[in-house]
């Protein structure tokens, strides 16, 4: 089992920059893939960036590709999503998951869920 908590989201301008954390517990965090998801308001969830459980591979959505960035901390039990340059259409509501490795895009192969992190962007 692992729980996952989100934090990090908030309110910024256009062109900004925000860091999301996740942190994990359970002590087989390192062995499971994480990803970060979002959702908008009257949208699917849909799948925004992944990395491997050694954190060696990484995996984006063309979208954002270029001005995200996960990683991971396995010490810390943590995964993060430096954003930059974010665009009015990046506002939704974040949520990281772990899953199998090595990592999908599909929102329905991941095994844990965060309650996700509202990030707002506004012009």
């Known amino acids: 089992q692992v729980q996952l908590v989100e934090s990090g989201g908030g309110l910024v301008q256009a062109g900004g920059s925000l860091r999301l954390s996740c942190a994990a517990s359970?002590?087989?965090?390192?062995?499971?893939?994480m990803g970060w998801f979002r959702q908008a308001p009257g949208k699917e969830r849909e799948f925004v960036a992944a990395?491997?459980?050694?954190?060696?591979?990484?995996y984006y959505a063309d979208s954002v590709k270029g001005r995200f960035t996960i990683s991971r901390d396995n010490a810390k039990n943590t995964v993060y999503l430096q954003m930059n340059s974010l665009k009015p259409e990046d506002t939704a509501v974040y949520y990281c998951?772990?899953?199998?490795?090595?990592?999908?895009?599909?929102?329905?192969?991941?095994?844990?869920w965060g309650q996700g992190t509202q990030v707002t962007v506004s012009s």
């Open positions: 998951a772990a899953g199998p490795n090595p990592p999908r895009r599909g929102v329905t192969e991941y095994y844990y």
């Open positions: 990395v491997s459980w050694t954190g060696g591979n990484t």
């Open positions: 359970g002590r087989t965090f390192s062995s499971y893939a």
